[in-house]
């Protein structure tokens, strides 16, 4: 669904966002069997995956990772990611943190992120805690905070299950981060979107870490 002008969120396992204005950029790729599902949206809507500039990976989870290879597949789109995940995401080394042994196929990472970088309209938020090198994404065009699973919206605004982060300390500490900047809508990689002034709902979930 289209969820604000040029922002459409396809619902698979764990969200896939992709953005659409003088340029294409997808945000996650879900898991390996919701590939297709991913590709059927974009084919709904006339966009080929040969037309994305960028595929931002927020983490190296499966439910995110997934689905990569088989949409980077014949596509020139770049590859982004925090650079502490881009070895995980490619494959080079051993994931160490929950859920366990990584089953993606490898993906090269071409561009690496930091904190505070701006890569194609998107400013990269550094929330480490979940994995080692989760990102979230600010489209400040659009007011827009694209999550990841720096926090989760499934029950009402809150951390991740401990038992998927790797430093749960480090989890809250990230929340608490996002809670200093300023966006009205924001998606998650688990549960539903907020709309309207959503960053006060992140300022209030930090009071209670
Ligand atoms: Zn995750």
Do not use: C
Not at 50 to 71: C, E, N, R
Not at 138 to 144: K, V, Y
């Amino acid at each position: 669904m289209e969820l604000v002008k040029g922002v459409h969120v396809i619902e698979t396992y764990a969200t896939t966002t992709l953005l659409i204005d003088d340029r294409l950029v997808l945000i996650d790729t879900s898991a390996d069997a919701d590939a297709g599902k991913i590709m059927d949206y974009l084919s709904k809507i006339r966009v080929k995956p040969k037309d994305l500039s960028t595929i931002f990976i927020t983490h190296t989870h499966p439910d995110h990772v997934g689905g990569l290879a088989a949409i980077k597949h014949g596509s020139p789109a770049k590859v982004a990611a925090h650079r502490i995940e881009a070895d995980f995401i490619a494959r080079k080394r051993v994931y160490d943190g929950p859920p366990g042994v990584q089953r993606h196929p490898g993906t090269h990472v071409d561009v690496m992120l930091d904190d505070g970088q701006k890569h194609d309209g998107l400013e990269v938020i550094f929330t480490p805690g979940h994995t080692r090198g989760s990102i979230s994404l600010l489209d400040a065009t659009r007011s827009l905070l694209i999550a990841g699973d720096a926090a989760n919206n499934e029950s009402g605004l809150g951390p991740m299950d401990d038992r998927y982060n790797v430093d749960p300390k480090q989890h809250r500490e990230s929340i608490k981060k996002l809670a200093k900047l300023s966006f009205d809508t924001a998606i998650f990689g688990h549960g539903p979107p907020m709309k309207g002034r959503a960053s006060t709902k992140f300022a209030d979930l930090a009071k209670q870490l």
